[in-house]
């Protein structure tokens, strides 16, 4: 029976962690992901889960101890945001080729400076060429199925790699929604029991985790790595399925909401997607054929896939979150760009940054962009590519 | 144990397989099979590593020289990597998804440049959270993986890459940092301090402390290297003992906050007998440097002066 609950996003996911009872967390508190440890102490204290918590001294440590407990045969996680997230990139690495099913629950929030606690994806794209899977959420419902899924994916063994999480800051993470719960049994069986092939606790098998290698064999290590992420689509996908079972609840690698016969379409990640969908459904309501692409996986990026879901419409908008300074535009921009040069789909797009560092994005400003997509395709007026939505004039 | 002759211990099971890659004469590989040999029978040990020679030379994909588990991470992490592996034993026995009869123990080894520098923060936490575990550091004095720089842990005045001596320098101008004593601070239960004595009691009857006193130890082990400080290889016992002698390396324990005196000479040795068997002191005896060496002592005496009060303190209990 699935319960109806009213949650936060930090609740939500602190509730699935508490239903996957895991082996280690160690932590370090960083706004606004500090709720999540705070809360799995809290089930730790009432005696709710055997979770052994760490209180380590950084994050940079959170993550060095999570490789460890794992690698030491125990399923482990921790929870960051922003600065928290830089400082543990180096193990982020470590964790991914030491191929090392972790998983993260990260808090979108913007990284420094100016200094300041609010969302985007600046944290998470940062991290985004670290060999971790990256998982993205809409809303509270979403954070709470995706970790559910999470150490399926990470565990499975054509994949081995470490799982983050994403949800965004404040925005799902602080704000109380509608939320359907499963049963502690029922989330216990689909996680079920980790079982790790080889781990140092092994007392029938000593093995050494971390090595030096020379150029003759780390070429090799690398690669092996990269075909884990690209099998990880597929696991990600198996995995989602039997979700579907359980939940009623259905994921894939992105969700095409009003797209089938869309002129205009918008690529959007995270919970913004939600603003997206509330003004496609008023432009369609006026007959304007509109649509919303929303990205759930952004690692293994899936340009495919994007590319076949995009051939039919006549322009896109590209939604990054985040500015990566490269003179040229955000990430999603680059990537979706590129995926559908390699896949021969010759349609215009139009990259757009908004939403830094917690500045709200809004159903007028959706409506907006349609509008000089149309007016692109309609009379010929090119817009200015990755235009600053929202800014201070 | 407690049967520390040497005729007894060298029959313990060696866990550091030969064909590494470390230079012949390297302090860190007898200090690290010297702690290992004071594992108990049947005890298994999972070690940790911070980045440094001993990492790159000793695991270097296919072959590792670890008979026991073993994990490398990062440079700056050894304690909070240990800390995790540790934490995950607790956790695994605690839901009996390991086999009650066996008992781990978690060994950890950094240089100094891994623990007095970029660990130190790592460290710090790991000692404080009170994890079962025992780091120990391989203190060379100097960051010689990367070709002997400086670090916290360097003596006044020697000679490393990054304070090289010139004419307008005397070596690296900072004392060095008295690490023993900072994590004594924490009040862990147990922290020692030793080198390569002639029959090696010490550092055996240390090493067994430190890995069977529940809770955090470290252990600081002064590990000569014949690269950084310029002697000959064979010179190595020779160069313990006289830093021992002059009390330049005192050897104590501060045993559930009791400090106590491992050996205290007869005859305390001037600290020119310890300096001017290596290269990268051979500039203090120059003519007109006289005074670099007279500042040298007075650390010396001024360090030696502060452990004998501290080891005089009567403390209840």
């Known amino acids: 029976m699935a319960i109806k609950e009213r949650m936060s996003g930090n609740e939500a996911v602190s509730y699935a962690i508490r239903q996957i009872n895991p082996d280690v967390m160690p932590a370090f508190p960083i706004t606004p992901s500090t709720e999540i440890p705070q809360m799995v102490s809290t089930y730790i204290a009432n005696g709710e889960i055997e979770t052994e918590f760490i209180p380590v001294e950084s994050e940079h440590s959170s993550m060095s101890a999570a490789i460890g407990a794992e690698a030491a045969g125990a399923r482990s996680l921790t929870a960051t945001s922003s600065a928290g997230l830089a400082l543990m990139w180096e193990e982020l690495l470590l964790a991914a080729s030491n191929r090392l099913p972790i998983v993260l629950a990260l808090v979108n929030r913007t990284l420094s400076g100016p200094i300041n606690i609010n969302c985007d994806h600046s944290d998470s794209m940062g991290a985004r060429d670290t060999g971790w899977i990256q998982i993205y959420a809409e809303n509270n419902q979403e954070a709470y199925d995706n970790f559910i899924q999470a150490y399926p994916i990470a565990e499975h063994t054509s994949v081995h790699l470490p799982v983050m999480i994403c949800q965004d800051g404040f925005i799902t993470s602080h704000a109380v929604e509608n939320i359907e719960l499963m049963e502690d049994s029922l989330v216990k069986k689909f996680v079920g029991i980790y079982n790790p092939e080889e781990f140092l606790l092994n007392p029938d098998k000593p093995i050494s985790v971390g090595p030096y290698s020379i150029s003759n064999y780390a070429m090799e290590a690398k690669k092996n790595q990269e075909i884990a992420l690209e099998n990880s689509k597929a696991v990600i996908l198996e995995v989602a399925k039997k979700f579907k079972k359980i939940s009623g609840r259905e994921y894939g690698l992105f969700e095409e909401y009003r797209t089938k016969d869309a002129d205009y379409i918008m690529l959007i990640m995270g919970s913004a997607a939600g603003t997206a969908k509330q003004a496609v459904d008023e432009m369609r309501a006026r007959g304007k054929k509109v649509g919303v692409l929303k990205l759930r996986v952004f690692r293994p990026f899936p340009a495919e896939e994007i590319a076949n879901a995009l051939k039919g419409c006549k322009v896109v908008a590209i939604m990054d979150r985040c500015e990566s300074y490269n003179g040229n535009g955000g990430p999603l921009g680059s990537e979706v760009t590129s995926a559908l040069f390699c896949n021969k789909i010759m349609i215009d797009t139009v990259n757009y940054i908004y939403g830094l560092a917690g500045r709200d994005f809004t159903v007028d400003e959706t409506k907006t962009v349609f509008g000089e997509l149309e007016d692109m395709v309609v009379n010929g007026r090119v817009p200015e590519q990755y235009k600053y939505i929202g800014l201070r004039k | ?317």
């Open chain 2, 1 to 317: 144990m407690s049967d520390y002759t040497l005729k007894t211990i060298m029959n313990q099971p060696e866990r550091l397989a030969p064909g590494h890659r470390m230079c012949a004469g390297c302090g860190a590989t007898i200090a690290v099979r010297a702690v290992l040999r004071a594992l108990h029978k049947g005890d298994r040990a999972v070690i940790g590593n911070a980045t440094g020679c001993l990492e790159v030379s000793s695991f270097m994909y296919p072959y590792t020289s670890w008979e026991d588990s073993y994990i490398h991470n990062a440079f700056e992490n050894a304690g909070a990597t240990l800390s995790g592996v540790e934490t995950a034993y607790k956790a695994l026995k605690k839901r009996k998804r390991l086999p009650e009869d066996e008992t781990f123990k978690f060994i950890t080894f950094g240089g100094d440049g891994g623990t007095y520098d970029i660990g130190f923060q790592s460290l710090s936490g790991a000692m404080e959270r009170g994890h079962d575990i025992t780091y120990v550091c391989y203190d060379n004095g100097a960051y010689m993986n990367t070709g002997i720089q400086r670090s916290s842990a360097t003596p006044m005045y020697a000679d490393t890459t990054t304070t090289p001596v010139g004419k307008a320098s005397n070596g690296k101008m900072q004392n060095r940092k008295d690490l023993a004593s900072i994590i004594a601070d924490h009040y862990v239960p147990y922290v020692a301090q030793t080198t390569f004595t002639t029959d090696f009691k010490d550092l055996h009857m240390k090493a067994e402390k430190s890995i069977y006193t529940k809770g955090p130890a470290f252990l600081n082990i002064m590990t000569p290297c014949p690269r950084g400080w310029r002697y000959e290889t064979s010179e190595i016992m020779k160069i313990c003992k006289l830093a021992v002698e002059t009390c330049y390396w005192p050897l104590f324990e501060v045993d559930h906050g009791r400090w106590i005196l491992s050996y205290e000479p007869k005859k305390k040795l001037p600290i020119e007998d310890f300096l001017k068997e290596q290269g990268r002191f051979k500039h203090l005896f120059k003519k007109g440097n006289e005074n670099l060496i007279v500042q040298f002592q007075e650390e010396v005496d001024r360090r030696w002066e502060d452990l004998l009060y501290k080891c005089s303190r009567k403390i209840k209990g």
